[in-house]
């Protein structure tokens, strides 16, 4: 999706599309490369693109190239800050450095950037400290601010603190606004916005560039009970081909299911369940003559809306002898 417009809205319910047309409504739209805006400003492909980090793949008998996508609109909300007064205090420096990923309300945006909400339950205050300091995952070290706003920071996450910071504030400069967070764009239940597919196992023929097939990738278990046909989710971990004409890929964030594919249709052959989400590309091999495949399901990319199992396990496959 490179656009988005009232006629691509949600249709799953009369409620959840009104809700999202009015909010859509408020909020700046139109073309690709829009800055963000006070209002809001609503941005396609989102903030996690459509084809993931997991890759494509590609099949030399078919000349097709497969590439699962995420169809999932995001918000980009800009936040005029005050003019600082020469005054700073644990509060005003977390959100002009943390608010955009754990959120001014220290709610974050999980799974990617965790909640901090009663973090003194969770973790001591050394290993805040030592968080600031170091950086973790793909949170930066901020030591280039200084222990006395480090310390004032993690006094207001750790403590509930806002206290005046004394001494020099190492700050490169001031901006005039600040970005909210990274938010989805979705309807009041949790789901996406748009219209579905919100997830998709594309066929490209590298040839024409023609789409040779499309279908859905994954499911909400709890709109399939309902009777709602797949729609889709979110999928992270690419496909593998194999010569005898299968695609098997995983991905799908909240249904944990391990699928193969026809290669030259997009029919689904098989499926099975995962202990968690198979976020991961799947990889094939042989011992003594006998072919197996392997994805490692490790979960942890649900939203807390439609939370899913994590795991650490490899589960591998194989037809019987």
Request: proline share 7%; aromatic share 10%; charged share 20%.
């Amino acid at each position: 999706m490179q656009s988005i417009s009232e006629a691509t809205l949600t249709q799953r319910t009369p409620a959840a599309h009104a809700a999202v047309l009015a909010r859509f409504k408020k909020m700046r739209t139109g073309g690709a490369f829009l800055p963000g805006s006070e209002q809001g400003t609503i941005v396609v492909p989102g903030f996690d693109g459509g084809a993931e980090w997991g890759g494509a793949g590609f099949d030399p008998d078919t000349g097709l190239i497969y590439i699962n996508a995420t169809e999932s609109a995001h918000i980009i909300k800009m936040i005029k800050q005050a003019p600082r007064t020469g005054t700073d205090t644990g509060r005003s420096l977390y959100l002009r450095e943390c608010g955009a990923c754990h959120r001014p309300n220290l709610a974050g945006s999980p799974p990617e950037f965790p909640s901090l909400v009663d973090i003194s339950k969770r973790r001591s205050e050394a290993d805040i400290t030592k968080l600031l300091h170091q950086g973790y995952g793909r949170m930066p070290s901020f030591a280039r601010l200084g222990d006395n706003v480090l310390d004032a920071i993690r006094d207001f996450v750790y403590k509930g603190e806002n206290r005046t910071v004394q001494g020099k504030v190492n700050t490169a400069f001031d901006m005039k606004y600040r970005f909210d967070g990274y938010t989805r764009f979705l309807d009041p239940q949790g789901y996406p916005a748009i219209q579905p597919p919100w997830g998709s196992l594309n066929a490209i023929n590298l040839n024409t560039g023609e789409f040779a097939w499309k279908v859905p990738l994954g499911e909400y278990p709890e709109l399939a009970a309902k009777g709602v046909p797949t729609t889709g989710t979110d999928n992270y971990g690419g496909p593998v081909i194999t010569a005898g004409g299968l695609l098997f890929i995983a991905a799908s964030s909240y249904d944990h299911k391990f699928r193969a594919f026809d290669k030259s249709t997009g029919k689904m052959l098989w499926e099975t369940s995962l202990p968690a989400a198979g976020n991961a590309t799947p990889a094939t091999y042989e011992i003594d003559g006998r072919q197996y495949v392997v994805v490692a399901a490790g979960g942890g990319k649900s939203f807390a809306d439609h939370d899913a199992p994590s795991a650490s396990i490899y589960v591998a496959y194989a037809l019987p002898k």
